[in-house]
């Protein structure tokens, strides 16, 4: 009845099992598969499903499912059925699970044995950004990939699992070759490609490499005029999706561009701008990342139905705010206008619910409509927008344990991502587990030595952990790599300060308020540097400064183990019950929170 796994569960040597019921089937890396299409579960979600699947046919009482979840935490009568329905939600048909009265729960689906399912798995694909040679602009070859990625990741039967487009371009970036890359994420395919420019049109060159013997088994070619771009990426999709189905199947109209609008120049121009911008945006670099928001605002305002540049205008702000290359409040504005223009009954709208989350919670102080945000969108993928803001939440609301098994649960199909494992290093550094951060933040400095995200967060843990001298190190790297990058001044200070060099450590504090008369600083992380230098007034002034500002970083910075030197003092304990009122308000029903509310 169920696909058997002989080793224990408990390490990455020894996966879980795999389970078959319906048109479901559960990997035994944790992805839940409909047909060919991932459904997102969140950690708790997916723990119960397989106690489920474990015991099918049998109750499973409140009490195992409450254990199983929660261990020895204490939650209310009403965790269990509200974490049941949500997964109930989320599964076809939702009677798959029985509610049995007074006992608990009961999978009713009968489990498929491996002679009932398919011999062959879904073939992992891995898409890389595309070559570009002279003339070509230096954009255009991973946001091609990356449109194809998004396109095939929406199509609920597409005939490959697309692999996370983190892992696959940080691979790429090291100059490996698409056999490499695909042996490193254990793909069965990879899609690789050049860009070409002739004199009036592009020649794009795509072939698929079988991953098990090297082996080229097709090529494609196409050629578009260098202004007609609008629509490559569908017609590319939907030869590699016949080649795959051999021509069964085309990818349905909400996910291939109609191609008789790519002879509207408006339609053009707005493509060309969403693209340039969505590149722009993803680099990091204050001047590059504003450049992109203006691109996504021109692309928006020349066609207001391209939902993607809304929500990458929304995701665009929210980085920036994170970064602090934007004030919070002007970032959560930008996140509304993305979200009250894209016009009604357009599919795809959805995915604009996270960052519309993040202006309730950080802007709004409004939990109960950032949970209603994240609960409507539960069902969306992975992707790092997406987790990045799932993640962020948690850890603000010091659910630690839920951060971690979500960061976790997302390296498990993404494990190549450097935010998702320096988050994961910095998740452990909040929940006070000094040995793992260290050693996540190690590895992470390891795998990705020369990237920002890695040095951030190394930084501050090798500092606060006795290795300032080192941290000092990573912050100057980390200085050069990203100037203009408030939260690297911040962190240089802290290192100088734990290795007694207060002098330098306080010189960068003073530069940095002199350069908040001129601009937005974001200063959340300053208060470790002042609670280091025994300047607990300044600690406090600076984090009722990142409170007033709506910094995204604020509610982490009261658990960061760096500042417990405040705790017991009364202002650090009213920033504190600030975030207890917003929990206890989400626990009060509000009849006038809608969907509605919640999506404008």
């Given at each position: 009845m169920v696909w058997p796994k002989q080793n224990s569960p408990t390490s990455p040597e020894n996966p879980e099992s795999e389970f078959a019921f319906g048109n479901l089937r559960l990997n035994a890396d944790g992805t839940l598969l409909n047909g060919n299409a991932i459904v997102h579960l969140p950690p708790k979600e997916l723990a119960a499903l397989r106690l489920l699947l474990e015991h099918a046919g049998e109750v499973v009482t409140h009490q195992q499912l409450q254990k199983a979840l929660w261990g020895d935490v204490h939650v209310t009568a009403e965790s269990v059925p509200k974490c049941m329905s949500s997964l109930r939600e989320r599964l076809e048909p939702e009677q798959c699970i029985q509610t049995v009265y007074k006992r608990g729960y009961r999978l009713s689906s009968q489990l498929l044995d491996r002679e009932s399912t398919p011999s062959e798995r879904t073939p992992r694909l891995a898409v890389m950004p595309f070559a570009t040679g002279f003339n070509v602009p230096d954009y255009l070859g991973e946001a091609l990939a990356e449109e194809l990625i998004s396109l095939w990741t929406m199509e609920r039967f597409a005939p490959a699992l697309v692999l996370a487009r983190d892992s696959v371009f940080t691979l790429a970036s090291r100059r490996l070759t698409a056999q490499q890359v695909g042996e490193a994420l254990d793909a069965d395919l990879v899609l690789t490609g050049t860009i070409r420019a002739l004199p009036t049109h592009f020649r794009l060159r795509a072939e698929m490499i079988r991953i098990e013997d090297g082996t080229q088994i097709w090529v494609e070619e196409l050629f578009v005029a260098q202004d007609h771009l609008v629509g490559l990426e569908a017609e590319l999709a939907q030869r590699l999706f016949a080649r795959l189905n051999r021509g069964s199947i085309s990818l349905s109209a909400s996910a291939a561009p109609a191609r008789e609008t790519d002879n509207d120049p408006t339609r053009r121009e707005a493509h060309a701008m969403y693209l340039r911008g969505r590149h722009e945006w993803k680099t990091l670099q204050r001047q590059n990342m504003q450049q992109g928001v203006e691109h996504l605002q021109r692309a928006i305002e020349l066609d207001p139905t391209m939902v993607s540049a809304h929500v990458d205008l929304a995701n665009a702000c929210v980085l920036q705010a994170f970064y602090g290359f934007m004030p919070p409040t002007a970032a959560a504005s930008q996140v509304r206008f993305a979200a009250q223009s894209i016009p009604p009954e357009i599919e795809g709208a959805d995915a604009i619910l996270p960052a519309l989350g993040w202006v309730r919670f950080y802007s709004d102080h409004d939990l109960l409509g950032a949970l209603e945000a994240f609960s409507s969108s539960a069902h969306l993928p992975h992707d790092i927008s997406i987790t990045r803001l799932r993640t962020m939440i948690a850890l603000s609301r010091h659910r630690f344990s839920e951060a971690i098994d979500l960061l976790q649960a997302a390296l498990r199909i993404d494990p190549f991502s450097p935010w998702l494992n320096g988050r994961l290093a910095w998740a452990f550094?909040?929940?006070?587990?000094?040995?793992?951060?260290?050693?996540?933040?190690?590895?992470?400095?390891?795998?990705?030595?020369?990237?920002?995200?890695?040095?951030?967060?190394?930084?501050?843990?090798?500092?606060?952990?006795?290795?300032?001298?080192?941290?000092?190190?990573?912050?100057?790297?980390?200085?050069?790599?990203?100037?203009?990058?408030?939260?690297?001044?911040?962190?240089?200070?802290?290192?100088?300060?734990?290795?007694?060099?207060?002098?330098?450590?306080?010189?960068?504090?003073?530069?940095?308020?002199?350069?908040?008369?001129?601009?937005?600083?974001?200063?959340?992380?300053?208060?470790?540097?002042?609670?280091?230098?025994?300047?607990?007034?300044?600690?406090?002034?600076?984090?009722?400064?990142?409170?007033?500002?709506?910094?995204?970083?604020?509610?982490?910075?009261?658990?960061?183990?760096?500042?417990?030197?405040?705790?017991?003092?009364?202002?650090?304990?009213?920033?504190?019950?600030?975030?207890?009122?917003?929990?206890?308000?989400?626990e009060k029903p509000r009849s006038n929170h809608s969907f509605a509310n919640v999506s404008h």
């Amino acid at each position: 009845m169920v696909w058997p796994k002989q080793n224990s569960p408990t390490s990455p040597e020894n996966p879980e099992s795999e389970f078959a019921f319906g048109n479901l089937r559960l990997n035994a890396d944790g992805t839940l598969l409909n047909g060919n299409a991932i459904v997102h579960l969140p950690p708790k979600e997916l723990a119960a499903l397989r106690l489920l699947l474990e015991h099918a046919g049998e109750v499973v009482t409140h009490q195992q499912l409450q254990k199983a979840l929660w261990g020895d935490v204490h939650v209310t009568a009403e965790s269990v059925p509200k974490c049941m329905s949500s997964l109930r939600e989320r599964l076809e048909p939702e009677q798959c699970i029985q509610t049995v009265y007074k006992r608990g729960y009961r999978l009713s689906s009968q489990l498929l044995d491996r002679e009932s399912t398919p011999s062959e798995r879904t073939p992992r694909l891995a898409v890389m950004p595309f070559a570009t040679g002279f003339n070509v602009p230096d954009y255009l070859g991973e946001a091609l990939a990356e449109e194809l990625i998004s396109l095939w990741t929406m199509e609920r039967f597409a005939p490959a699992l697309v692999l996370a487009r983190d892992s696959v371009f940080t691979l790429a970036s090291r100059r490996l070759t698409a056999q490499q890359v695909g042996e490193a994420l254990d793909a069965d395919l990879v899609l690789t490609g050049t860009i070409r420019a002739l004199p009036t049109h592009f020649r794009l060159r795509a072939e698929m490499i079988r991953i098990e013997d090297g082996t080229q088994i097709w090529v494609e070619e196409l050629f578009v005029a260098q202004d007609h771009l609008v629509g490559l990426e569908a017609e590319l999709a939907q030869r590699l999706f016949a080649r795959l189905n051999r021509g069964s199947i085309s990818l349905s109209a909400s996910a291939a561009p109609a191609r008789e609008t790519d002879n509207d120049p408006t339609r053009r121009e707005a493509h060309a701008m969403y693209l340039r911008g969505r590149h722009e945006w993803k680099t990091l670099q204050r001047q590059n990342m504003q450049q992109g928001v203006e691109h996504l605002q021109r692309a928006i305002e020349l066609d207001p139905t391209m939902v993607s540049a809304h929500v990458d205008l929304a995701n665009a702000c929210v980085l920036q705010a994170f970064y602090g290359f934007m004030p919070p409040t002007a970032a959560a504005s930008q996140v509304r206008f993305a979200a009250q223009s894209i016009p009604p009954e357009i599919e795809g709208a959805d995915a604009i619910l996270p960052a519309l989350g993040w202006v309730r919670f950080y802007s709004d102080h409004d939990l109960l409509g950032a949970l209603e945000a994240f609960s409507s969108s539960a069902h969306l993928p992975h992707d790092i927008s997406i987790t990045r803001l799932r993640t962020m939440i948690a850890l603000s609301r010091h659910r630690f344990s839920e951060a971690i098994d979500l960061l976790q649960a997302a390296l498990r199909i993404d494990p190549f991502s450097p935010w998702l494992n320096g988050r994961l290093a910095w998740a452990f550094h909040l929940a006070g587990y000094a040995k793992e951060s260290v050693e996540k933040a190690e590895r992470t400095l390891e795998q990705f030595p020369d990237h920002e995200v890695g040095n951030l967060y190394g930084a501050i843990i090798l500092a606060f952990n006795h290795d300032a001298e080192r941290a000092v190190t990573l912050a100057v790297n980390l200085a050069k790599s990203a100037p203009f990058f408030d939260i690297s001044m911040a962190v240089h200070a802290y290192a100088l300060a734990q290795m007694g060099r207060t002098g330098e450590a306080s010189a960068i504090l003073e530069r940095m308020q002199w350069l908040s008369r001129e601009r937005f600083v974001l200063n959340s992380f300053t208060p470790a540097v002042y609670v280091a230098l025994g300047d607990f007034d300044s600690a406090l002034a600076e984090l009722r400064a990142a409170a007033d500002a709506r910094c995204p970083w604020f509610f982490q910075m009261l658990a960061d183990p760096r500042l417990k030197p405040l705790h017991g003092l009364p202002d650090f304990a009213g920033m504190q019950q600030l975030l207890a009122n917003m929990e206890s308000a989400a626990e009060k029903p509000r009849s006038n929170h809608s969907f509605a509310n919640v999506s404008h």
